[in-house]
């Protein structure tokens, strides 16, 4: 079953640190990888997409990894600031049958403390 | 560009009543998405339109659930008879291509169903 796991549910940081945001898919075939940002009372808004072939990509602050042999993705926010504070949902793209299909993960909600 | 536009913003209706959301794609996108989301479980994509034909909406609950594309500007989804839950955050979603590209997300419109 294709599935999106991500970890932790939720998490509190003070501001100016650094967290690390796991997601774990079983999605299978795999086409990409997307995190995508949701500040409260919005729609998500794309952070990364990362194919087969890529380990790393970096936006800002924001870093992403992924490990396509493990299955496992994660999102590097560096020197956190107050802004940050928002839902990260890790969503995968595969197939189902002939047709592309999106799985959503359930997210992570980070909250940024002064 | 005004992005993807959403209406009405919230909506709070009794049980048995008609809701009719709307949506307006950002103009030259002509894939668009209409997405549930709930706490337990995250965003659930409900019905997609590509040329303002519907391709895949195994993702509608039941009946009661409808949504139309008249022309590229315009979509609705439309409830009826609504229940209690119902209640969720429904997002409108497009993109400019047929597949694999970034998702642009409406603002939502947050439903409740007394």
């Known amino acids: 079953k294709n599935q999106v796991e991500q970890s932790p549910q939720s998490l509190i940081i003070l501001e100016g640190k650094n967290c690390t945001l796991q997601?774990?898919?079983?999605?299978?075939?795999?086409?990409?990888l997307r995190w995508y940002k949701q500040d409260t009372g919005r729609g998500p808004v794309s952070l990364t997409i990362?194919?087969?072939s890529e380990n790393t990509k970096s936006n800002g602050r924001y870093t992403a990894t992924l490990d396509a042999d493990t299955k496992q993705s994660s999102l590097h926010i560096t020197a956190s600031q107050l802004s940050d504070s928002a839902s990260y949902i890790c969503?995968?793209?595969?197939?189902?049958?002939?047709?592309?299909?999106?799985?959503w993960g359930l997210g992570t909600s980070l909250a940024v403390n002064p | 560009d005004a992005g993807v536009i959403q209406s009405p913003r919230h909506e709070v209706t009794e049980m048995g009543q008609e809701v009719t959301l709307r949506c307006k794609p950002i103009?030259?996108?002509?894939?668009l998405f209409w997405y549930r989301q709930t706490m337990m479980r995250g965003l659930e994509l409900l019905i997609y339109?590509?040329?303002?034909?519907?391709?895949?909406d195994s993702g509608m609950p039941e009946d009661r659930f409808s949504a139309k594309m008249p022309n590229a500007s315009f979509s609705t989804l439309k409830i009826q008879p609504s229940e209690p839950r119902d209640s969720a955050v429904y997002f409108c979603a497009s993109i400019p291509g047929t597949g694999g590209d970034t998702q642009y997300f409406g603002p939502g419109t947050r439903l409740t169903v007394l």
């Open positions: 339109f590509n040329n303002n034909v519907p391709i895949d």
């Open positions: 990362m194919t087969f």
């Open positions: 103009s030259g996108h002509n894939s």
């Open positions: 997601c774990n898919y079983t999605v299978s075939p795999f086409s990409n």
């Open positions: 969503v995968v793209s595969g197939y189902a049958g002939n047709n592309r299909k999106l799985i």
